[in-house]
């Protein structure tokens, strides 16, 4: 238990358990971005995805199913935003894993404007030559092409747990 983990620490955030299995469990936000807005969390306390064990993983994605599901029903919801944030840098503000599930539908006026593929597409001008990185690659090179770049970017430092880690994405 992290005394630092709201999630751990607060026991206001456990009583709003929703569902939950032996390895995870689901709650609403209090910060809500759409109505029905739900967070779903290791019981285990791990600040990021690659720290969950492949249980866990499992756990949380039977999870996100149900969520859905009684999301759909409780909110008519024709979609989701299905996502987490890792580390400071992209928004994580408390440090225990939480894959957020966001209803959407018509109308509704959480993150107006979003577009998940503007994350994709980074149209900023670079100045360190990578704009070129990528180019005419396929999807499989792609991989293989950050992975030598990661690499090089590190060599200086002592490589820990068997290597560099890809960061892994999924989409909903």
Known sequence: MNTQCAFCMI?????????????????????????GHTLISPRRCVATFGELTTEERQAILELADKVMLALKKAYKAEGFNVVWNEGKLAGQLVPHFHLHIIPRKEDDTGLLGYDPRSMLSDRRP????????????????VGARVMSLKSHETSHQPQTNGGTKMPLFFFA
């Open 126 to 141: 670079r100045t360190d030559g990578r704009e070129r990185a990528f180019k005419g690659l396929r999807l499989d090179q």
């Open 11 to 35: 026991p206001e955030i456990k009583a709003r358990e929703i569902v939950g299995n032996e390895l995870a469990w689901a709650f609403p936000t209090n910060i809500p971005i759409t109505p």
